[in-house]
């Protein structure tokens, strides 16, 4: 996440600690006994307030008293016991200097964890909260409640009762948390349906203020009135209004291919999309471009839309930008429908500035314990001007925790990204902060294990009610064992994103010439990632496109996608180099560089020019806050190849092509990735990926008649996908319908002796600036694999045998060049 002014983080990027997939770097010394920040006083303390469920009973409130203490104290030895042998220990050598930082950081885990099990019955049950807090319907009324402990007097106003709260007054109790029975009136909730509501209090300096509700599930805005506040929505629809799930959920991928997608400026036209708009305009192109999940930003409530989503004001409330609860389901369930997978981009890592719209509007001054957000400095985010969250605090926990729960199962959304994942986990937030991956940064007084902790917990209960979940961080630091299992004392990521592969790309498009490009830096940078880890790699995303910056096609070509993409006259050399490195830069970025794929919307056929959302410094223009799909549309442009085959350069290879290869061949979740050759003096790459071998030719010149590349299965090979094939918008020069025999290397039982540490080798054609995909195939078992709804092949060439699902794990390494 970036805001349109400034850079998320103003530092270094390290997506990992291994060079490839195998080798460690090294660590510095123990942190010793030192005092870790945000000790968990729960062990120590013999009184201490939480609100919760005793029995079968709710009460809004439970008291640990010494005897309850000294229950949980008898499980004390056995978390001991368990922390001894965390299994991220044994994966690991480096962790061996900082076994007491995880130790202690899983202890607080299962102390926080066992301490919810006793006072709320389950995790799962704790995180209900939305049962209980906000408004809920009872058999004879309705039940609204509030955790302010810092108001004084509490009234429930609204549309209902004319906005005069005199007779509306809540009670408060010991805990801080307000309530009212609204009763019902001639047996009709008082409350109408979609009417505005809000929660008034009186504060310590004594003035009255109105906020929204904290959990409020719908939130509206006057758009005729500039700059109008937000009201609360009593969001409760008659049985004929709400929507029904038609469609059960897709089964979970092996490697997600996401399509990353902000629903307001999916549309042409200036002008915020909806969600329905949306489903039915956009999910069938996503489907088309063969991508199995969708994430989807923005959704949660964001009084200020050119945060781009990330400014969230209300948490439990859908952005009424795009449309109602109801029209979000029924693009949740289209998606389902079309066998997409629907990922949400959640924001807990801060809250939104804006305090008469949002739950900063709570914080009137009180402690931390009484807050949502931590006091004074450490409660404020200044790059990003918010409130950071109190991890610490119970009904933070609940708040958070119930709206993961609530996403998921309202929503039947299929996991999450975790968005601002690096500035959860450290005091410093990653804030002018190089990391260079010394394990000192990760383990130390700087880490928020409070916050460490909230993640262990939302990985596990969002795992346990829905096992088929994704999860994904957003993480810049490399943080290790982020993505490994909560019982094996990580923090329990399913993947994580490879944010430095799209940095390196700038880098280079930005400041080198493409001879002056090290394959050798390429390589490092896709396969530096932790070896038990899981990635989601990807060349550009939302971020790279923010005001300020430029796609990956504009970087590439600039002015002359406005004047020269028309297939009526000839490309020049700019358009040429553009669309050849575009294909090129996004297939390496997915076959090298993890095991999952993400593309921002449009870049699939890319698109051109930048992000800005309507603000006061451009005019509050949507100029560019939306998608030109007639780009793609258009039948004269060179973004589609031609008038009967309906695809774009971009679109039917960096996309169809690729997803239509890993369907087939499943290359992403292969543990088999070996790069055999990085070459700088040629500017080829080399390397294999499951059963498949990869040749990058990124000279700008040069074409390789009968190049050597290294395999470790003989046999023959024949072209599977290849980069400049006519139908791609190339020139057609390498043969599909070639042999190519390998010959055996070096002497057998002796690897040194091998071309590039391979055993075999074959020769191909290799022009300047492709990327060919060869497969071994059996004598007369060759078959091409059609793209979904076209008439038009990829020259897939297969045998007749499914791909292997159980490739035992193979380290990478990198040959001689």
Not at 230 to 244: A, F, I, K, Q
Not at 274 to 293: G, H, M
Not at 299 to 318: D, K, L, R
Request: hydrophobic fraction near 35%; include cysteine.
């Amino acid at each position: 996440m970036k805001s349109a002014e400034a850079e998320k983080y103003p530092s270094n990027k390290a997506s990992g600690n291994f060079q490839g997939l195998a080798k460690l770097l090294p660590t510095s010394a123990s942190l010793g006994t030192k005092k870790f920040p945000g000790r968990c006083s729960f062990p120590s303390s013999n009184m201490i307030l939480m609100h919760g469920k005793v029995g079968h009973e709710w009460k809004i409130s439970a008291l640990l008293e010494d005897d309850a203490m000294s229950t949980l104290e008898e499980d004390d030895e056995t978390i001991e016991e368990y922390a001894e042998n965390l299994g991220i220990l044994s994966l690991d050598p480096g962790f061996k200097a900082f076994e007491d930082h995880l130790r202690h950081r899983f202890i607080r885990y299962l102390e926080q964890k066992r301490l919810i099990e006793t006072y709320e019955g389950s995790l799962e049950e704790f995180a209900q909260g939305y049962l209980k807090f906000g408004f809920n319907k009872e058999q004879d009324g309705i039940v609204y409640r509030e955790w302010a402990p810092a108001a004084q007097e509490a009234q429930l106003i609204g549309d209902f009762n004319g906005w005069d709260g005199c007779n509306y007054q809540m009670e408060k109790n010991q805990y801080g948390v307000w309530t009212i029975k609204i009763p019902d009136q001639d047996g009709e909730p008082a409350i109408p349906h979609n009417s505005r509501v809000k929660f008034r209090f009186k504060h310590g300096n004594g003035i009255w203020v109105d906020r929204i509700p904290a959990w409020i599930k719908y939130a509206t805005v006057d758009s005729t009135v500039f700059a109008a506040p937000y009201d609360g929505v009593y969001w409760d629809p008659p049985p004929s209004e709400r929507y029904t799930f038609k469609h059960a959920r897709p089964p979970k991928p092996d490697c997600p291919r996401i399509y990353e997608a902000h629903v307001g400026m999916s549309s042409t036209e200036p002008q915020v999309n909806s969600y329905r708009e949306f489903a039915d305009d956009i999910l069938p192109r996503i489907k088309a471009n063969n991508y199995n999940t969708v994430q989807l930003m923005a959704i949660m409530e964001h009084s200020y839309y050119g945060s781009f989503g990330y400014h969230v004001t209300n948490f439990f409330a859908v952005s009424s930008r795009s449309g109602t609860p109801e029209d979000l389901k029924y693009l949740i369930d289209k998606a389902h429908g079309l066998g997409l997978r629907v990922l949400m981009d959640v924001v807990h890592s801060h809250a939104g500035n804006n305090s008469t719209d949002g739950l900063n509007g709570y914080d009137v001054g009180q402690s931390a314990q009484d807050s949502y957000f931590h006091t004074g400095e450490q409660g404020y985010h200044k790059l990003w001007d918010s409130r950071l969250f109190n991890y610490a605090n119970w009904e933070v926990l609940r708040f958070l925790l119930s709206n993961l729960r609530w996403w998921l199962e309202e929503f039947n959304f299929d996991g999450f990204r975790f968005d601002g994942v690096t500035s959860m986990l450290y005091h410093h937030h990653g804030v002018n902060i190089s990391f260079t991956g010394n394990y000192n940064e990760y383990f130390s007084e700087a880490t928020d294990v409070d916050a460490a902790v909230y993640l262990m917990l939302a990985n596990h209960l969002i795992h346990n009610i829905f096992p088929d979940a994704i999860v994904v961080a957003e993480d810049v630091s490399g943080m290790p064992a982020l993505g490994r299992p909560v019982s094996d004392g990580g923090i329990g990521f399913d993947f994580r994103l490879a944010m430095a592969i799209p940095d390196k790309w700038i880098d280079y498009l930005k400041n080198k010439k493409d001879e002056e490009w090290s394959m050798e830096e390429i390589v490092f940078c896709l396969t530096n990632r932790r070896y038990t880890e899981k990635c989601i790699a990807y060349a550009e995303s939302h971020d790279q496109a923010i005001v300020g910056d430029k796609t990956i096609s504009f970087l590439l070509m600039d002015k002359e996608m406005y004047s020269g993409m028309s297939c009526l006259m000839d490309a020049s050399p700019t358009i040429e180099r553009g669309i050849a490195l575009h294909k090129m830069i996004h297939f390496i970025a997915m076959a090298l560089g993890g095991e999952g794929y993400l593309n921002f919307m449009g870049n699939e056929f890319g698109h051109p020019e930048w992000i800005d959302f309507p603000r006061e410094g451009n005019g509050w223009s949507f100029d560019k806050c939306t998608r030109q799909w007639n780009l793609v549309d258009a039948d004269h442009l060179r973004y589609k190849v031609q008038i009967t085959l309906q695809i774009s350069f971009f679109d039917c290879f960096s996309t169809r092509a690729m997803n239509a290869l890993d369907d087939k061949f499943s290359f992403l979740q292969s543990t088999k990735q070996f790069v055999s050759s990085a070459n700088d003096n040629d500017k080829v790459i080399v390397f294999e990926r499951g059963d498949l071998v990869f040749v990058f030719n990124f000279h700008p010149e040069i074409t390789y008649n009968g190049y050597k590349v290294g395999c470790e299965l003989p046999g023959k090979y024949r072209v599977a996908l290849d980069s400049d094939a006519l139908e791609f918008g190339g020139h057609g020069r390498v043969g599909h319908d070639v042999d190519h025999f390998t010959s055996p290397e070096g002497i057998p039982g002796e690897p040194e002796t091998n071309f590039n540490n391979r055993p075999n080798s074959f020769k191909v054609l290799s022009p300047p600036r492709t990327c060919v995909v060869y497969q071994k195939v059996e004598e007369d078992l060759d078959d091409q694999v059609k793209l979904p709804g076209t008439e038009t092949t990829v020259a897939v060439v297969m045998d007749q045998q499914e791909p292997n699902k159980d490739l035992t794990l193979c380290q990478e390494d990198i040959g001689e060049s």
